[in-house]
């Protein structure tokens, strides 16, 4: 988070530097229980708190998961969730407001710990409550945004989002992620269940895709299947651990590619939800690459062009492997033109 703050100042992407373009909330409430419980079972909520005020620092771990779930925990840890969760909450309620301040603000979500691996009864992969779909349920239940789209480009499958939403067809999830890495979920052909069959599109990535492979997932998949869903508003798990730089797995997006990204979904919104877009922060380790991403999404909202050029370190793609994929996620979803 110190990273990132210090990359916004020094690009002049703050209040002080562009007080009619970016406000900063003040005094923001940390969420209630009732307010996780919208997507989380009581028991887990509990079991957070207990172990956060009699256990922290500790690992917790979900023994009906596989065997690697394991999440630590340090004594402010559900605390931090509950003021990150209240931050995604009060971004929805700002942009559900627009239509009667006859204005279209975005928001961007610089909270911390992450959320989209999270399940309704458990914690995982750095994550103890799923930020991005409360923030959903919220917009459903206390704005009358009755149809949710959630875009998620984290390099890992966003598997509880998905979890919670599989049958749920008022929640369109995209999911756009390296293929066959942890935690390995997210298969082209995982795509929803019963009354939520299709609305949940999987969207994995060869090894060492790019920018141009991001951009055609996006313009292929993501963007007519938005159109198609009509969404009230469009809410994004943003990580950006798909970055070269990134030590953990092996996409090769660059700075530049969350712009791509951003500004894409920002146009969608604008065009599909009256502006209604809110953006929250999921992974990104390396600091470098997760401070310039967040950097080029402030471009992207603000409208403003990207900061970063093309890396020329940055080694080929595969486009033929990554076509062969896309064509078949186009046409399981027929979103074909």
């Avoid at 999987?202 to 998949?221: C, K, M, T, Y």
Wanted: glycine share 8%.
């Amino acid at each position: 988070m110190t990273s990132i703050v210090e990359a916004l100042e020094a690009n002049d992407l703050t209040p002080a530097c562009l007080p009619k373009e970016i406000v900063e909330l003040k005094h923001v409430k940390p969420a209630r229980e009732e307010d996780v419980e919208l997507v989380h079972a009581t028991e887990h909520i509990t079991k957070m708190r207990q172990k956060a005020n009699d256990e922290a620092p500790c690992i917790v771990a979900d023994f009906e998961e596989p065997p690697d779930n394991v999440t630590y925990m340090t004594k402010t840890s559900y605390e931090d969730s509950l003021k990150g969760i209240g931050v995604a909450l009060a971004l929805v309620d700002c942009v559900a407001a627009a239509d009667r301040a006859g204005t279209t603000p975005k928001g961007f979500g610089l909270i911390r710990p992450p959320g989209h691996h999270a399940t309704t009864k458990a914690p995982m992969g750095f994550c103890l409550f799923n930020n991005v779909a409360i923030a959903a349920r919220h917009a459903q239940k206390c704005c009358g945004l009755n149809k949710v789209l959630i875009v998620d480009f984290d390099v890992h499958h966003g598997n509880g989002t998905q979890d919670i939403f599989y049958k749920d067809p008022s929640v369109l999830f995209i999911d756009m992620h390296q293929l066959d890495v942890w935690p390995g979920s997210g298969q082209v052909s995982e795509t929803g269940k019963g009354e939520g069959k299709g609305s949940t599109i999987n969207v994995p990535l060869p090894i060492a895709s790019g920018d141009e492979v991001a951009g055609q997932g996006f313009e292929r998949i993501i963007a007519p299947a938005a159109r198609r869903f009509a969404p009230d508003i469009i809410l994004v798990s943003a990580g950006f651990d798909a970055h070269w730089r990134d030590p953990l797995e092996q996409l090769n997006f660059q700075s530049a590619t969350y712009h791509k990204l951003v500004s894409g979904l920002r146009d969608l919104a604008d065009e599909l939800c009256g502006g209604r877009l809110v953006v929250l922060l999921e992974g990104g380790y390396s600091m470098q690459g997760l401070s310039e991403g967040v950097c080029e999404a402030f471009q992207a909202l603000l409208g403003r062009p990207p900061l970063h050029p093309h890396d020329p370190q940055v080694p080929p793609e595969p486009l033929h492997a990554a076509k062969v994929a896309l064509d078949d996620i186009v046409a399981l979803h027929g979103l074909a033109s």
